[in-house]
């Protein structure tokens, strides 16, 4: 795995062996998410299994905000060559893995709120997008899980009044993990996904046909 790890770590320098939250499972009785503490390391150079042994629990934003002429769009960013998974892809987002408290900490608590989901994916559309206005409204849409990607996230709809031009911008937005973002309606996403479903992660495509109904 060590040798996995530095080959890894040649070819993309930016990656951290740091904590983070591994999916275990969902119970749809009491909307409650399951995880476990474990190590960047190990998703990333473990042995091909099916189902994985390890999957990130991250979070990811659907962001929707109206254009000039009201009509509401979606944001869609093309994921940089420079990150480990899935470079080049298109993904509804920003998204990240969820960080994991105390992982060397007994006293840490054993649950993690939805409003610190939240915080966590505002803290990710400031660093990846720039956008510093909190959505006017912020629903969980769903829980996506996807094997072959090793992640399971759960999806936030996040809302604005405001065109995304207009949106207020933090000062250095971190926007190396996309290369480019897109503002799509409905009608040009269902285009769009047509046309470049292979383009998309797995994850992002079903939400799409679900939003456009196809």
């Given at each position: 795995?060590?040798?996995?790890?530095?080959?890894?770590?040649?070819?993309?320098?930016?990656?951290f062996n740091g904590p983070i939250l591994a999916?275990?499972?969902?119970?749809?009785?009491?909307?409650?998410?399951?995880?476990?503490?474990?190590?960047?390391?190990?998703?990333?150079?473990?042995?091909?299994?099916?189902?994985?042994?390890?999957?990130?629990?991250?979070?990811?934003?659907?962001?929707?905000?109206?254009?000039?002429?009201?009509?509401?769009?979606?944001?869609?960013?093309?994921?940089?060559?420079?990150?480990?998974?899935?470079?080049?892809?298109?993904?509804?987002?920003?998204?990240?893995?969820?960080?994991?408290?105390?992982?060397?900490?007994?006293?840490?608590?054993?649950?993690?709120?939805?409003?610190?989901?939240?915080?966590?994916?505002?803290?990710?559309?400031?660093?990846?997008?720039?956008?510093?206005?909190?959505?006017?409204?912020?629903?969980?849409?769903?829980?996506t899980i996807d094997r072959e990607g090793r992640?399971?996230?759960?999806?936030?709809?996040?809302?604005?009044?405001?065109?995304?031009?207009?949106?207020?911008?933090?000062?250095?937005?971190?926007?190396?993990?996309?290369?480019?973002?897109?503002?799509?309606?409905?009608?040009?996403?269902?285009?769009?996904?047509?046309?470049?479903?292979?383009?998309?992660?797995?994850?992002?495509?079903?939400?799409?046909?679900?939003?456009?109904?196809?």
């Amino acid at each position: 795995m060590l040798a996995r790890w530095d080959s890894l770590r040649a070819r993309t320098p930016r990656l951290f062996n740091g904590p983070i939250l591994a999916f275990v499972g969902y119970d749809d009785s009491t909307r409650v998410v399951h995880a476990r503490r474990d190590f960047y390391m190990r998703l990333a150079c473990q042995d091909e299994h099916d189902p994985p042994e390890v999957m990130l629990l991250g979070v990811t934003g659907l962001l929707i905000a109206p254009g000039r002429d009201a009509v509401p769009r979606v944001m869609l960013g093309k994921r940089s060559r420079d990150v480990w998974a899935c470079p080049g892809l298109w993904e509804f987002g920003p998204a990240g893995g969820l960080s994991a408290p105390g992982v060397f900490d007994r006293d840490a608590p054993a649950t993690i709120t939805g409003a610190a989901v939240l915080d966590h994916l505002l803290r990710e559309i400031r660093e990846e997008t720039g956008i510093a206005e909190p959505p006017a409204r912020a629903t969980v849409e769903c829980l996506t899980i996807d094997r072959e990607g090793r992640g399971a996230d759960i999806v936030i709809r996040a809302e604005y009044v405001a065109p995304p031009e207009t949106l207020s911008r933090s000062d250095a937005p971190d926007s190396w993990e996309y290369d480019e973002t897109r503002w799509l309606t409905l009608a040009e996403l269902a285009v769009f996904t047509a046309s470049h479903g292979d383009e998309m992660i797995a994850p992002t495509r079903a939400i799409a046909r679900g939003l456009v109904g196809g």
